[in-house]
């Protein structure tokens, strides 16, 4: 079975700050994997999708890189600010079609 | 509008009491799924659908069951509430995609809002 670790489980950083989130799995047969936000008692924003057959995906100033063969995925995000705040989950599909979802990481930005 | 809506956002319902949860979806998408959220748990499948006539279980499928009326309806059921089924529940949709695959792959997940179920 697929199973999807996000370290660290919570992060905090100053506003302003360039930070990376992690995201690993552990079967590199995927065909796409999906980078989430969710703010508390909320649902799930899609922010980014990346095929199996790419690198990497931009959107503003996020940037989510995969790397198949290592089974890890990164997300990005440059100049944080305090709306940045909330939970980032990533998730995998495999060639059965199913979602396999990360715990997340809890990100604080500290004005 | 939300393009996947979730009814009742919220509800408090006592042992042993029949709950529905529904879910409905303008994004003309064939799939759609149930997952619960418990805190450090994450997001599990309870069920899903890859169209009208497709019904499948999930990890976590025991005490739930499911109708897809149509391909924009897609209703939760806990035929009787149990306190360990007090979680966020959430429906997402997804569209098929083809590629030089003999057979269609899950798209994009969209989500909506969660509805919050409480049992006493």
């Known amino acids: 079975k697929q199973e999807v670790t996000q370290i660290p489980a919570a992060l905090s950083v100053p506003e302003g700050e360039n930070l990376v989130l992690n995201c690993s799995f552990t079967?590199?047969?995927?065909?796409?994997l999906q980078w989430f936000r969710q703010d508390p008692g909320k649902g799930l924003t899609s922010l980014l999708l990346?095929?199996?057959?790419?690198r990497e995906q931009t959107s503003g100033r996020l940037n989510a890189s995969l790397d198949k063969s290592s089974g890890r995925s990164t997300l990005y995000i440059a100049a944080s600010q305090p709306g940045d705040s909330a939970t980032y989950l990533c998730?995998?599909?495999?060639?059965?079609?199913?979602?396999?979802f990360g715990t997340g990481t809890s990100l604080t930005v500290i004005p | 509008d939300a393009d996947v809506t979730q009814t009742p956002r919220n509800r408090i319902t006592k042992t042993g009491k029949r709950i529905m949860l529904e879910c409905s979806q303008t994004?003309?998408?064939?799939?759609m799924y149930w997952y619960r959220q418990d805190p450090g748990l994450g997001l599990r499948l309870i069920y899903y659908?890859?169209?009208?006539?497709?019904?499948n279980k999930g990890e976590i499928s025991d005490g739930y069951s499911v109708s897809r009326q149509a391909q924009a309806k897609f209703s939760l059921s806990l035929e009787s509430a149990i306190p360990n089924q007090t979680a966020l529940y959430f429906c997402?949709?997804?569209?098929?995609?083809?590629?030089?695959?003999?057979?269609?792959?899950?798209?994009?997940?969209?989500f909506g809002e969660g509805s919050r179920l409480t049992v006493l």
């Open positions: 998730a995998v599909t495999n060639t059965g079609n199913q979602f396999y």
């Open positions: 659908s890859f169209d009208v006539k497709d019904i």
């Open positions: 990346i095929q199996s057959s790419q």
């Open positions: 994004k003309g998408h064939d799939r």
């Open positions: 997402a949709t997804s569209d098929s995609t083809r590629d030089r695959a003999i057979y269609p792959r899950t798209g994009e997940l969209f």
């Open positions: 079967d590199s047969a995927i065909y796409n």
